[in-house]
Structure formats: structure tokens, C-alpha cells
């Protein structure tokens, strides 16, 4: 007997965003995060150029056909400006699927990821009551160790991944 994908839904709101299902067209708002190289920093390590953009939010879009679940866009509710992602994410490399978050630069600070990331916490017990995802994260990338503590997520594990030290934080059920 094959196991169905999980399933979560397109949409789920906070109280200042809308986090929605990726779409191929949403490469071109994502874009200013992926060609930022402070954004790049711990991920790509460099900017990308708008091809490799727009390869990267097909993947987002096919990682949410094959799992049925992702990374969510970002849209702020009162502009509807685009800030970012947040969501699972589970790519073949990664130990574990993990709640991962990137937000435009220019949006640093407002608390859009931790008010997104929570959203998602809060919707697992319902849709993926199973699900303790993780946090894979750079070990010199001070702010994500520092949001993911604030989200509830303790350290894990030290590792190598991609030939640079990472560490991964563990999420508890419901944030």
C-alpha cells in the first residue's frame, strides 16, 4: 500500500500576511531576495541571475505538486507586496523536511518570518499532526539560530552539509 503525500493548505493568514501557494510568475517578486547578496549569504553563497530565480521557483512549485506541501510566499495584507517565504521544505539533500524562511531584505526586522514561521507551527497539528520539522541553518547565520530559538526550536545536532558547518534546530509540535 503506497502512503499518500501530505497535504496542507494553499493559503493560511497571520495577522499582517497572506502566505500563499507559489506560483512559476511569483520568480520576478521573489527575485530581490534571490539577487541580494546578504540574502544569498548562507544559502547560494551569491546572487542569482534572474534564470536561476526563476529555476528555483519552479522547484518551489514542483516540491508543492510531488509533497503537497512548501514554502509559502509572503504578501503583506496591506499593501500586498511581496516579502518572502516561509514554509516546509524538504529537497532531496536535506536530513529532514524543515521549516525554512527568506525574506527581502528590505523587510528585515518587521518580524514577518517569526509571524510567518508560527502560522506554519500552527497549522501542523491539524493538517501534519506527525510532523516535527526542522531548521537546517549556517552555523554563522546568527539571526536564523536566534529566530528559530525564538520559535521554540532547540539545537539538534551540529553537522557538514554542503562542505560548511550548519546546525539543525528542532521544532516542537505546535510551535
Known sequence: MSV???????AIESSRLRLVRPRAEDWQALHEYYADTECAR????????EAETQRVVGSLVRHWERKRYGPYVLHEKSSG???????????????????KWAIVRSQWGKGYASEAARAVQAM???????????SLIHAENVRSIELAR???????????????PFHMYRHQQGG
Open 4 to 10: 499518500e503525500p501530505a497535504s496542507i493548505p494553499d
Open 42 to 49: 548562507y544559502t547560494f553563497q551569491n546572487p542569482l541571475p
Open 81 to 99: 507586496a511581496v516579502v518572502g517565504l516561509v514554509g516546509l521544505w524538504f529537497p532531496s539533500e536535506w536530513p529532514e523536511t524543515e521549516i
Open 124 to 134: 501542523l497539528p491539524a493538517h501534519l499532526p506527525e510532523m516535527r520539522p526542522i
Open 150 to 164: 525564538a520559535l521554540g526550536a532547540s539545537l539538534e545536532r551540529r553537522l557538514e552539509f554542503r562542505n560548511a
